[in-house]
């Protein structure tokens, strides 16, 4: 995932007022995995 996707999908998340913990939860992965988007070191 590019730097750009990762941030843009923090971004919309805070502005959304959602944890990582109630993404990941909505999404049915872990809080690890949206932190790993988030940071761009993962696109799984």
Known sequence: MNIEMAS?????????????????????????SVGKWERGVSLR
């Open 8 to 32: 843009l999908l923090r971004e919309l998340r805070r502005k959304k007022g959602v944890t990582q913990e109630e993404l990941a939860n909505r999404l049915c992965i872990t809080a690890q």
